[in-house]
């Protein structure tokens, strides 16, 4: 559950550039890295007409639980209701842009939004999708019964429906986040005759207007999608289906797609991308990640209180040497905030680099533990690459004097511990967002509904309530910039890297443009070449 | 003999409650419930876990939930899955066919090897098939199921590309369902058959150390019928054990080899279930698995009886 990740967008200044010289090399990783460093986001050479017809079939790691958009908390789940349903706009790599709202105007103060949906728009069922249903689906993930886990980023705001094809959004304050928000999965827009059915969402029914209709699915074995062919873009899906199959074992999946059992691998591991690259049956996509680890400190206990011995932790740490070990390398180290330099918002200049030890050494004598102290490390077993994260770490604090033992636990046996505040340090890692809003409140404000440890800082908590507020991009990108200086100079967290992810599929699939935002929107452009 | 088998029937009921019980009370000692197994870092709304509690009865006390379970059980309404949130009984009912058929085709695959090879084992005692027999098996017993699994795979699915790599297909007699089941039948049914081949092997020996077959050689039955007649469907009465405990173990715990090869089989969904939480699921599993191995145990007991009709004569 750690991989669960919402689709959302940190801008990649970069990115485009990267993708245009044909996939540059992350600096970070250094000369010796650079080659298991490349992005590649897209074919380097243009693919031709899309051609119709074929069916792509999916490899990925789990089955989907529960494909109710409201309430789906998995990975595999966004990937799947991606292409089942539509939100009222989409992120693609950062910038918003029309889906079920053809336009939309903001008021000049920030408290009106205004959309205006396009009239061809159908639910697989066949009913128009209206305003109705645009109101009836945020005041679904608003009402308390459907327990959903975003409820709260719902609220603030009153829904008007002057027309059909007209809804309007009013706030009490200005919220940067709002159309970010939108575009999620999680705000998909939903039929209601389907969500108030026997079985619901989660049946074998899909309530959306996507491209893609669910046509069956065996749990545990197959979800099979059908070309929508009312889709609103008439041109799209190229695709006649995608059929969904699932496996959570690295070396299986890497055999699926050499042998051609499957035509895309979604997330190989990064031990057999080399592989895999190497195999001239088969295109790489990827290098970009959307998972941020980091060390979490439990200011609510000693010593973990002061920050001089924060402090001396975050220069003890070598976290190039981290992601070697942990990641074979595969992703960048975050030697600032959790946002790697080259998304939208992060601390651009490395706060951190080499290890500082003496320094470290006499932060601890400062704060009187010039001997050290044992402390406890709790992780979740069952991430091979976050163990080993945890180990290195280990071995880093071990030379100035912290004593680590390992408390490796099952992921729900951590959660339950973190709601608790009973962890001293705690190996952790949550995934980009589409707006960097999300985690920086969740995780680090007072009272987030993920602050393990409760670190409460004013300055901070008043710099992400300005960004909140702030409508202007670049003046919002220097509160979060500012906030993130924040986060890793005294904050209750060490940040160490990101990874890098990559997809695989057989040569003759065309049209992959990825999206390490993260966004699963473009499998709509996929067609496959005959 | 009817009266054995219904006297073994009844005492499944006991064995069925205990089992429920403890499973019911296991679970819940584990720690952290199902929303801490949902609540990721996405998951920030106390007020969202608090409904989904209430929604799930984990705000009741033991009794009261237990009462509830086990009340529709004997309605034949398992609950639903926290997760899913369908049936436990669709869960169960949608994944078992595969179980079985994987099972039963892997037991098929080990019995094929392995008695005919035992037989040969020992038979020529110390020869050379014996020992490369002998060898072979220690080779299935030490080589894990999961380094099996790959090497077939790369072999038959990436190499030859005779096989997919993976999944599984609605039953059907056609090629498009069996080509999924070859390989993970056979990864299992190896290490299976190296164990049934040095049972049936042992078991043999014994056997043919009997008098009573010195007494069909002496008095000059043909060797084929002292064997096959005679020795073997005596030493069968320990193999049956064996396969049977096999039977037992596969349906509830293939989970290894239903991974590797995406089938969809109940030992990953026994898998999910503890990992996510979900108690009605787990409970449902392991009342249907338990019941299933008791009925095989049953089924094994009535083949002694088929096999030896001494045990007959005594029920």
Known sequence: MMHATTRKWIGMAGLAAAVAIGGAAWTAGGPAHAAGMEIRMQDREPAGTPQRGGRLSLLIRLDATNLDPHTAIETSAYVVIEQIYDSLVESVRGEVRPALAERWEVSQDGLVYTFHLRGNARFHGGRPVTSEDVKYSIERIRNPATASPRARSFEGFAIETPDPRTVVLRLSRPHAPLLPLLSTNGASIVDRTVAEAPGGLNGSVGGGSGPFVLAQRVVGQRIVLNRNPNYHDPERPYLDGIDVTFNPDDNARAAAIRSGTVNFLWRAAPEFIDTLKADPQLKWYGGEGSLSLHLRLNVSRKPYDDVRVRQAIYHALDRQEILEIANSGHGQPLNAGYLPPDRWGSVKTPIYGAPDLAKARALLAEAGLANGFSTNLMVISTSAFQVRSAEVIQ???????????????????????????????????????????????????????????????????????????????????????????????????????????????????????????????????????? | MLRLVLLRMVAVVPVLFGVSVLTFLLVRLVPGDVVDALATEEFDDPRAEAELRRLFGLDQPLFVQFGTWIWGVLHGDLGYSYRSRRPVLDEILDRFPLTLELTLAA????????????????????????????????????????????????????????????????????????????????????????ETMRMSRAALLEVLAKDYVRTGRAKGLHERVVIYRHALRNALIPVVTVVGIQAGALLGGTVVVEQIFSWAGLGSLVVRAIVQRDYPLLQGLILFLTTFYVIVGLMVDIAYMYLDPRLRRRG
């Open chain 1, 395 to 530: 071995q880093q604090l071990a030379k100035i004097g912290i004593r680590v033992t390992l408390r490796l636990v099952e992921a729900t046996v951590s959660n339950a511990a973190l709601r608790r505040d009973d962890f001293d340090l705690f190996q952790s890692g949550f995934s980009l967002s589409l707006d960097p809003d999300e985690r920086f409140s969740s995780a680090f404000v007072t009272d987030g509904g993920t602050n393990y440890g409760k670190w409460s800082e004013p300055e901070y908590d008043r710099l992400i309530l300005a960004a909140r507020g702030e409508t202007d991009r670049a003046k919002r990108e220097a509160l979060y910039q500012q906030a993130e200086t924040i986060l890793a100079i005294r904050g209750p967290v060490a940040m160490t890297w990101v990874s890098a992810d990559y997809d695989v599929v057989r040569r003759n699939v065309m049209g992959y443009v990825g999206d390490s935002s993260p966004s699963y929107r473009f499998y709509r452009n996929l067609w496959l070449a005959r």
């Open chain 2, 107 to 194: 037991l098929l695959v080990s019995v094929v090897i392995a008695i005919p090879l035992g037989v040969l084992s020992a038979t020529r005692r110390n020869g050379p098939v014996d020992t490369g027999a002998r060898l072979l098996s220690l080779l299935g017993l030490s080589i894990p199921n999961f380094w099996l699994g790959i090497l077939l795979m790369a072999l038959f699915a990436v190499h030859l590309r005779w096989l997919p790599s993976g999944g599984s297909n609605a039953f059907a007699f056609a090629w498009d369902h069996f080509k999924f089941l070859i390989l993970p039948a056979v990864t299992l049914g190896a290490s299976l058959a190296a």
